[in-house]
């Protein structure tokens, strides 16, 4: 949709606009539609982060936000124009979450475009509001402390997320967890070890405009400070020096612990962000093979692996539970479908895409895909659990069922696979009993969730 031009309209918060009402209106995904809205316009990469931090920030903070509109607004927001509703959205966001861009600026733009997208007596509506807010900002009250409504609607979370949240984490963990979720996500490289080394590739990438650091957990892992360039742009990229990869993600593959010449099976593989960790810790040595049911993610998948020079990957359009394997594999890699509680962070709409009822249904695929993974894996071999939420129902209670009823699988201390982790002691002697889940945000890092398992003898189940 194209913005209605008008002369003195930041084009920047009129893209933010547009994309905000697909999004809202129409229930594009938010990721899809910045990609989509921000493909084809002549702004500086600068403006291209101001239009994703509006559009996210926005997004993200969509509860808490209409939760203070509400309190200046005569009637709820969701009777209003929708332009109007959004449009207050995104300038109330900037009111109370950035602080470098003067209050009267905002206003006089969101009235500009209230103008354009509407009529002058809704843009005096957007000018009221908004003005009255700035008066009274100091004023504004929120849910009873220390209670479950407080956390979702200051943190801006669906209640039955924090319900799930609070039956596993104390309140004060639980805030801990919403705070992280609602910060910009981090941006993490994974160094391609079979082209280059970590700091030849924080060198280069400097030359080219990005301003990068080690990062101090992971040793092939890069923090990204500063982004003045398209990062899919670089030379680095391009010669496939680095992977676009969180550093929980990471962990995943060095815990399965790959070596060369042996065998592994990938299953739900998506683009292959642990697949060709993997092939790299292999020394490109091996057989990877890899399952998804999505063609479109194999496809990126094999392109990934030829811009990182791996050949050893092989991709199957799939799905995992009718698999029939010609060999057992020697380690086996089950990176589960899961709600994603673990990275909303990452994706500003995720919370608001997902329901109670989703996560019941999520724990039986899971638990029929970790029964087909087991059958997979040789005698003596290694199955790796991994999902990316922090729901005990996906991820504790699935590994709990799972050897209640298949005794021949016994779960793996992996704190050796990973000296280099400054796990805290609770979280060390989980690891050690063959299970972890990491807390959002408590290692700079995702959560995520980790489960090592080895399979002792034959299934008779």
């Known amino acids: 949709m194209k913005i209605k031009k008008a002369p003195n309209i930041n084009e920047v918060r009129g893209?933010?606009?547009?994309?905000?009402?697909?999004i809202t209106e129409y229930n594009a995904y938010a990721n899809l539609a910045l990609e989509k809205g921000?493909?084809?316009?002549?702004?500086?990469?600068?403006?291209?982060?101001?239009?994703?931090?509006?559009?996210?920030?926005?997004?993200?903070?969509?509860?808490?936000?209409?939760?203070?509109?509400?309190?200046?607004?005569?009637?709820?927001?969701?009777?209003?124009?929708?332009?109007?509703?959004?449009?207050?959205?995104?300038?109330?966001y900037q009111?109370?979450?950035?602080?470098?861009?003067?209050?009267?600026?905002?206003?006089?733009?969101?009235?500009?475009?209230?103008?354009?997208?509407?009529?002058?007596?809704?843009?005096?509506?957007?000018?009221g509001v908004l003005r009255n807010i700035l008066r009274n900002r100091d004023n504004i009250t929120y849910p009873e402390a220390n209670t479950r409504e407080f956390l979702a609607v200051y943190y801006s979370h669906p209640e039955w997320l924090v319900s799930i949240l609070l039956n596993t984490y104390s309140f004060l963990e639980c805030e801990e967890i919403l705070i992280y979720n609602n910060s910009r996500p981090n941006l993490h490289l994974r160094a391609n070890l079979l082209k280059t080394n970590r700091n030849d590739l924080i060198k280069g990438l400097a030359e080219e405009g990005l301003a990068c650091t080690p990062h101090p957990y992971i040793p092939m892992g890069i923090n990204i400070e500063q982004l003045n360039t398209s990062i899919t742009a670089t030379e680095a990229y391009q010669k496939g020096h680095f992977y676009i990869q969180n550093v929980g993600s990471i962990l995943a593959s060095i815990i399965l612990d790959p070596r060369p010449e042996e065998l592994i099976y990938d299953l739900c593989s998506g683009v292959g962000g642990k697949a060709t960790h993997l092939a790299e810790l292999m020394g490109n040595n091996g057989d990877?093979?890899?399952?998804?049911?999505?063609?479109?993610k194999l496809s990126i998948l094999n392109n990934n692996a030829k811009r990182l020079g791996i050949n050893i990957i092989t991709t199957n359009q799939k799905n995992v539970l009718a698999i029939n394997a010609d060999r057992l594999a020697d380690k086996v890699l089950l990176d589960a479908p899961c709600s994603g509680l673990g990275v909303l962070n990452r994706r500003s709409d995720l919370r608001w895409h997902k329901d109670r009822e989703d996560i019941s249904s999520l724990a039986e695929l899971q638990y029929s895909l970790l029964v087909k993974a087991s059958q997979l894996v040789r005698t003596e071999g290694l199955l790796l659990y991994t999902t990316c939420t922090i729901n005990s129902a996906e991820n504790e209670d699935i590994i709990k069922r799972f050897l209640e009823n298949y005794a021949d699988f016994a779960l793996v201390a992996f704190t050796d696979k990973i000296p280099f982790f400054p796990l805290l002691d609770k979280d060390r002697r989980k690891a050690a009993g063959g299970m972890l889940t990491i807390v959002p945000g408590k290692y700079q890092t995702d959560g995520m969730f980790y489960a090592l398992l080895i399979r002792k003898g034959n299934l008779d189940g």
């Open 15 to 22: 893209l933010a606009s547009d994309i905000i009402y697909q």
């Open 38 to 92: 921000l493909k084809d316009v002549a702004l500086s990469q600068l403006d291209k982060n101001l239009v994703t931090e509006l559009v996210n920030g926005t997004i993200r903070m969509l509860k808490h936000l209409d939760w203070v509109l509400n309190s200046f607004l005569q009637k709820d927001i969701t009777s209003l124009n929708p332009h109007i509703r959004n449009i207050l959205r995104f300038s109330l």
């Open 95 to 127: 009111i109370m979450f950035m602080d470098k861009i003067p209050a009267y600026a905002i206003v006089n733009e969101a009235v500009e475009l209230a103008k354009v997208k509407t009529n002058g007596n809704l843009a005096k509506l957007v000018n």
């Open 288 to 296: 990877v093979r890899c399952y998804d049911i999505y063609e479109h």
